[in-house]
């Protein structure tokens, strides 16, 4: 909530966007650059994954999944410490310039990373004790992932 109401403000008094695209924050990174030339770059999965990346402010990343049956994906992360969110473990440390990583994604967990910073740090443990992500030693079952978190999930009748 504290977050949030950050970037509320921000948008209201300073007119930054909530949702950003990560040129923003990110602005001499290649992969979000404005020098890429369509279908090149270092792979078509980073180059798939950067184009769709957004920000959440300049602390949460989002790499939307596009394709349907993804459960498993190549993600570019800009430089700087990220922690994977749905794990809560450093996926990339401080002395990170950009690196591509390969995540799990099931539905309901998108690959979603937040800055390796205090303000995070605490978010991710409200969310451990809160039971919406898990110690990485007791992963949730895929099965009970989906079913839990799955927006396509049909209504008993």
Known sequence: AEYRLKLLNDASFRGHPVVRHPVMHFPNDENFGRN???GGGKGSAQSSSSLSA???GDLVYVVPILKSGVVKTRV???EGGWIHLWSGEQ???PHNIGKTIEVM????EPPVFVRDCQLMHKFVETL???HIIVDSRRRRSSVKSS??????RRKKR
């Open 36 to 38: 890429r030339h369509g």
């Open 54 to 56: 957004f920000m959440l």
């Open 76 to 78: 570019y992360l800009p």
């Open 91 to 93: 996926v990339a440390g």
């Open 105 to 108: 994604a099931p539905i309901g």
């Open 128 to 130: 451990k004790k809160k």
């Open 147 to 152: 079913s839990m978190f799955s927006p396509f």
